[in-house]
Nanobody, 114 residues
Framework: QVQLVESGGGLVQAGGSLRLSCVASGTTFSINNVGWYRQAPGKQRELIAGLSSGGTTTYDDSVKGRFTISRDNAKNTVSLQMTSLKPEDTAVYFC????????WGQGTQVTVAS
């Protein structure tokens, strides 16, 4: 079964950092195109960071300069390094990767306390 599994979420104080990971399993395809999304309570899921097969990164203005998306091809893992976290970053974070069909992970909760 092809799936993406996120990990690394948790509770952190404002100003702190977390590193989320998204691992692909059940496939020989690399996660070449991937996005990190988040969904806060009562809000729509939104794309916050993207990484293309060519290495181009894109970020939503709300996280630009604080979050970094990266890929480890050897481990078929995509990470999201989050720094200077704010209470408004509280949400469930999902990865969505092309492996070879667009596949969602189950999400990981990030809670930032003020």
């Amino acid at each position: 079964q092809v799936q993406l599994v996120e990990s690394g979420g948790g509770l952190v104080q404002a100003g702190g950092s977390l590193r989320l990971s998204c691992v692909a399993s059940g496939t020989t395809f690399s996660i070449n195109n991937v996005g990190w999304y988040r969904q806060a309570p009562g809000k729509q899921r939104e794309l916050i960071a993207g990484l293309s097969s060519g290495g181009t990164t894109t970020y939503d203005d709300s996280v630009k300069g604080r979050f970094t998306i990266s890929r480890d091809n050897a481990k078929n893992t995509v990470s999201l390094q989050m720094t200077s976290l704010k209470p408004e970053d509280t949400a469930v974070y999902f990865c969505n990767g092309l492996i070879p069909l667009w596949t969602w992970g189950q999400g990981t909760q990030v809670t930032v306390a003020s």
